[in-house]
């Protein structure tokens, strides 16, 4: 499982059901992609602000208001939505400490551990929100074939 906060995983999951329903005009309620991904309305409402402030959706207000994505899916990658709502530098916490990695010789896991790193900001920065588009008409073989 990809390791990061719950924000950032509300806020993917928000943008997911944008970018199923994108068509280049439609608009969908925050209370649409609320229900859709059993989250609460007032989370989403909140979320919906910080992306329209970052430039990845418009909303409009009224009966044929709602929420939209402002760029194709294919231009919004998930590191550009998740750095909205934590660091995202490429710095890994040694899990020995602060104290030994950069001191001494690395830990016994400093390999793999930015390896790891490696792999999950080469995904998130690779991966863009067209993905949830091919998995409404082709089911989860896109995600399966760029999963880590």
Known sequence: MIKYGKTA????????FLAEAYDGDKRVSSLDIAK???LPKPLVAKLLVVLSQAGFI????GPKGGYSL???PN????????SQFEKTSDTIMCP????????????????EIVD????????????????????E???NESLESSAL
Do not use: Y
């Not at 995983?9 to 997911?16: G, K, P």
């Not at 231009?75 to 998740?82: D, F, G, Y």
């Not at 020995?96 to 390999?111: D, Q, R, T």
């Open 9 to 16: 995983q509300n806020a993917i999951s928000a943008m997911s």
């Open 36 to 38: 859709s991904r059993q």
């Open 58 to 61: 418009t909303g409009a207000p």
């Open 70 to 72: 402002a760029k194709n």
């Open 75 to 82: 231009e919004i990658t998930l590191h550009e939505i998740v």
């Open 96 to 111: 020995f400490g602060p104290n030994w990695c950069g001191n001494k010789e690395p830990c016994p896991l400093h390999n």
């Open 116 to 135: 790891m790193q490696d792999r999950l900001s080469t995904f998130l920065r690779n991966t863009t929100l067209q993905v949830f588009q091919q998995t």
């Open 137 to 139: 008409q082709t089911g």
